[in-house]
């Protein structure tokens, strides 16, 4: 992997959410041993009330799609509606989820769940440099 830009690295800060805390663990641990700040949330809620608190703080939303309380694609639309030049990451266990997203609500990434660790590192790191 490329990280030809590490200081950049060091400044994203991603929120993570997914209602599965083993995934979110998973994913935060991996990204901060790249370098990154993430924020891991296990609620769509709570992370819609963090970011509606400090909606600059974020660099990228990485979100599962099928949550309970709100689903990813709400989410993702909810934080696009504040910040619309945001980088979405959408992680799903199938790929029909993604034929249904609504036709306005364009991510930027899909991760398909399992994902190995080169594979969300490099996903990220993509979508942030494109």
């Not at 769509?44 to 970011?51: C, D, N, T, V, Y």
């Not at 909810?78 to 991510?107: H, N, Q, W, Y």
Request: with cysteine; charged share 25%.
């Amino acid at each position: 992997m490329d990280f030809t830009n590490m200081s950049n690295v060091c400044s994203k800060c991603i929120l993570v959410v997914d209602d599965e805390l083993s995934i979110v663990e998973l994913i935060r641990l991996t990204l901060e041993r790249a370098g990154y700040r993430v924020i891991p949330k296990t609620s769509s809620i709570k992370a819609l009330e963090g970011f509606l608190n400090n909606p600059e703080k974020y660099d990228l939303l990485i979100t599962d799609m099928i949550m309970p309380e709100m689903t990813g694609f709400k989410l993702a639309f909810a934080v696009r509606t504040i910040r619309p030049d945001i980088p979405v990451i959408a992680c799903t266990d199938f790929s029909s989820e993604i034929e249904l997203m609504p036709g306005d609500l364009k991510v930027n990434s899909i991760l398909m769940k399992p994902f190995d660790k080169t594979a969300l590192t490099e996903t990220v790191h993509k979508t942030l440099n494109h």
